[in-house]
C-alpha cells in the first residue's frame, strides 16, 4: 500500500480531509504541518507531524500540499528533500469559491517532481502602469513610465521559464493587467507554455465589466481565475462585478480568499519597510517577510519579490542607489539546466533583504498620482532626503 503524506498550512485541511480520502482513495496517510503550530494536533488519532525534518525520507510515495498559492515555494522544495516524487498541489485560496456542485479536485492540480523542478508560485507583469495609483506601490507603478511588456519579450521569459520549471501558479499582473489592450494575446502564450497549471490575474477590479468580449472568452475558455484585490473603491463596484462575474461564469476570489466583498476585509492600511542601507539582518527579515515566496520574472530573472527586479525605478526617479547583485535572482538566460539549488537560492535570504526593516512601517492607504516622494517607499525617506540636501547644499 502507498505510504501518502499531506503537508498544508492552512486550516482548511479539516474540512476537505474526508472529501480527499473519498477522491483519492487515501487510506493510509500521515500529516505534516508547516511551520511551528501545534505539534499537539491530532487527527482522528493521526498525530500531526511538526517539522519535515523529522519525517522519514523516501517513505512516501506521493503527497498532497494544501496551501495558498505563494507559500507553495517551500512546502514543495522539503518535499524533494524528502524525496516525494509526486506532488498533488490543492490551491487553498480557491477553496472558498468552488461551486456546490465542484468537487475539490477541480482546484488540485499533480506535478511530477522528478521531470523538472517546481516552482509552486511566480508572478510577472503584463502591463507596469497602473490606474488606482496607490502611495507607496510596491511595484512602482505609480511612478513608472513604461507600459506594456512587450509579447515578444513576454513569450521569452514563459519560454524560458517552463524550459526549466514546471509551475504551479502563475499570476499575471501589474501594475493594472487589465490596461493592456492585447491581455487575451499574453494569456494565450502563457496558456500555451504552461497547458496544466493555475493562472490567474491579478487586478484592481476597477476595469473588469470593461474587459472587451474577445478576452473575457480566452479567460472562460482557458480556465483563467481573476483575482481581485481589495482596495476601497471595490466596494463602490462590488455589485456590478458580481453581475458581471455571474453572467460569464469567470472563476474568481476576491483578496486572498474571500467570495464577496465584505467591507471588513477592504484594504485600508498599507506599509512599507525598505530603507536606504544594507543594515539588516537578512536571514531574520526573509524569514519574517510576508513577500519572501511572492516570486517575480522580469527579463528572464526570477527574484524571490518584486523590489529587487522594479528598484531601478525608484533609482531613476529619485536618484536612490540601491544594489542588486547576481545574489539576489537567478538567471534563465544563462542557465545551462534546471536544479533544485536555484529553488533554494531563492528560498533563502538573498542580500537584498538587508535594506528591509524587520518591524514595518504602517500608513493609510491613499491614492497618490502625482507628486510621490521618496518618503511614499522608503522608511525615512524625509530624513534621507534632508540629509542629502545637506551633503550637497542644494
Ligand atoms: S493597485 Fe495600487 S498597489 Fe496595485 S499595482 Fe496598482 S498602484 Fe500598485
Ligand atoms: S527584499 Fe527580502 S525582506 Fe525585503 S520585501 Fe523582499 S523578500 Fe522581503
Known amino acids: ?32 504541518r508547516c511551520g511551528e503550530r501545534a505539534s499537539q494536533e491530532m487527527y482522528d488519532s493521526i498525530p500531526i507531524l511538526s517539522d519535515y525534518r523529522n519525517v522519514a525520507k523516501n517513505k512516501y510515495s506521493y503527497a498532497f500540499v494544501i496551501s495558498e498559492a505563494p507559500f507553495v515555494n517551500k512546502m514543495v522544495y522539503e518535499l524533494h528533500l524528502l524525496g516525494v516524487k509526486t506532488v498533488y498541489i490543492l490551491n487553498a485560496e480557491y477553496l472558498p469559491v468552488l461551486n456546490n456542485d465542484e468537487t475539490i479536485n477541480k482546484i488540485i492540480t499533480k506535478f511530477d517532481l522528478s521531470s523538472k523542478p517546481l516552482v509552486g508560485y511566480v508572478e510577472t507583469h503584463v502591463y507596469n502602469q497602473c490606474n488606482l495609483n496607490c502611495k507607496g506601490c510596491t511595484h512602482f507603478s505609480n511612478i513608472d513610465n513604461s507600459k506594456a511588456i512587450s509579447l515578444m519579450d513576454f513569450e521569452k521569459n514563459m519560454f524560458l521559464l517552463s524550459k526549466f520549471y514546471n509551475v504551479n501558479t502563475l499570476r499575471l499582473m501589474g501594475g493594472e493587467p487589465l490596461l493592456n489592450r492585447d491581455l487575451d494575446k499574453y494569456i494565450l502564450i502563457a496558456r500555451k507554455y504552461f497547458p496544466f497549471s493555475n493562472i490567474d490575474i491579478a487586478t484592481n477590479g476597477l476595469l473588469i465589466t470593461r474587459l472587451p468580449e474577445e478576452t473575457i472568452k480566452v479567460i472562460t475558455e482557458n480556465n483563467i481565475a481573476l483575482k481581485v484585490s481589495l482596495y476601497l473603491p471595490v466596494d463602490k463596484i462590488k455589485d456590478k462585478l458580481e453581475a458581471f462575474f455571474s453572467k460569464h461564469g469567470i472563476r474568481h476570489i476576491y483578496g486572498n480568499g474571500c467570495k464577496q466583498v465584505d467591507d471588513n476585509v477592504l484594504i485600508r492600511r498599507f506599509h512599507k519597510c525598505l530603507t536606504l542601507e544594507k543594515q539588516f539582518n537578512a536571514k531574520y527579515n526573509c524569514e519574517n517577510c510576508f513577500a519572501r515566496e511572492c516570486w517575480f520574472l522580469k527579463n528572464g530573472l526570477i527574484a524571490k519579490c518584486v523590489t529587487p527586479l522594479q528598484i531601478e525605478i525608484l533609482n531613476r526617479k529619485f536618484g536612490t542607489c540601491f544594489e542588486v547583485t547576481d545574489k539576489d535572482f537567478i538567471n534563465l538566460e544563462t542557465m545551462s539546466e534546471s536544479s533544485w539549488n536555484d529553488i533554494n537560492k531563492l528560498l533563502s535570504e538573498n542580500d537584498f533583504c538587508k535594506y528591509c526593516t524587520p518591524v514595518k512601517e504602517e500608513y493609510e492607504w491613499e491614492i497618490k498620482s502625482s507628486n510621490q516622494e521618496l518618503e511614499d517607499y522608503i522608511v525615512g525617506g524625509r530624513k534621507y532626503e534632508k540629509d542629502k540636501r545637506n551633503r550637497t547644499g542644494l
Request: net charge negative; glycine share 4%.
Open 1 to 32: 500500500m502507498d505510504n501518502v503524506l499531506i503537508y498544508y498550512n492552512n486550516d482548511s485541511l479539516l474540512y476537505i480531509i474526508e472529501d480527499l480520502k473519498k477522491l483519492y482513495g487515501l487510506r493510509c496517510f500521515e500529516i505534516l
